[in-house]
């Protein structure tokens, strides 16, 4: 167990003083019933010595306050949770082909509207994160089921320059390893920062609960090798759905002043999913969409998560008080 504050621990200091006091005023008590005799304040109405009793409620206070007091030193402690998860990466191709105009209004907006009826379909277990690639690839939206916020990210999404899906490809795979990496949370503390320690590469086979959904024309013009990239998904348990984005048959579009012939590079996508054991879609045909989900297969895991407990802590301090005081209330009619 560590706390956020931990330098709240010190109010436990107070304890052997409260302690202390407590014993002066029991000597003191019985010096009063020792001078009053058969009148001392140390029976109840029907005469009953209380005996030990007397105590009972003070040391119950005497434990809730000590744990409150752990509570203001905010304590964590790691749990481990049990959750069925899956995790989709959107990576979309932001290439200069996708301003063409053979899907409408363009092949860039076609493939935002295409992943927006995806997201809208999936459920809360379903982690979705956005990567973008042209001639590099980087994220722009780490994974999350907060829907608001891959909307803005998809509606972010401008063309950029040329074309490199291993790029894409590659970026989406460090998304998901970034995803298991434990995260520093963004608390308050006093707590002087210590370096993080670096952590252990995951095994092959390790993502088999993710899956990349690449939203692109296919027409590759940098390096390195696509298919290299989709190999090395392929060996990390990860499945390539590849979307299609244009038409078969192609269009013109101008670039810095040249006219250029651009389409849909089926094959290549087609062997892209083939070799990762993913699916090929069209995005014209927006009803196979939602079979990519099917394609997710949700794992069953237990994952250790660092937990501020403050509440317990707190919770159990009232309780034990209340306790305290209902005896106290109940023999003596007072409180401590």
Known sequence: MSFIWPTMLLSVLLVPWFVFMYLRIQRRRRRLAESFGSFGMMREATGRQLGARRHIPPVFFLIGLVLLMFALARPEAVVRLPRIEGTVILAFDVSGSMVAEDLQPTR???????ARKFVEQQPSTVLIGIVAFSDSGFAVQSPTNDQEAIFATIDRLTPQLGTSLANGIFASLNTLAAEEEEPTPRLYTDLTPVPSPTPTPLPEGTYT??????????ENNEDPDPLEAAQLAADRG??????????AAGTIINVEGFNVHTQLNEPMLQEISGLTGGTYYNAENEEELQAIYEGINPQFVIKPEKMEVTSIFAGASLLILLIGGAFSLLWFSRLP
């Open 209 to 218: 609960s993710a899956v990349i959904v690449l939203l692109t024309d296919g």
């Open 108 to 114: 860039l907006e076609a493939a935002k509207a295409a």
């Open 238 to 247: 990860v499945r390539i759905h590849t979307i299609g984005i244009g038409s």
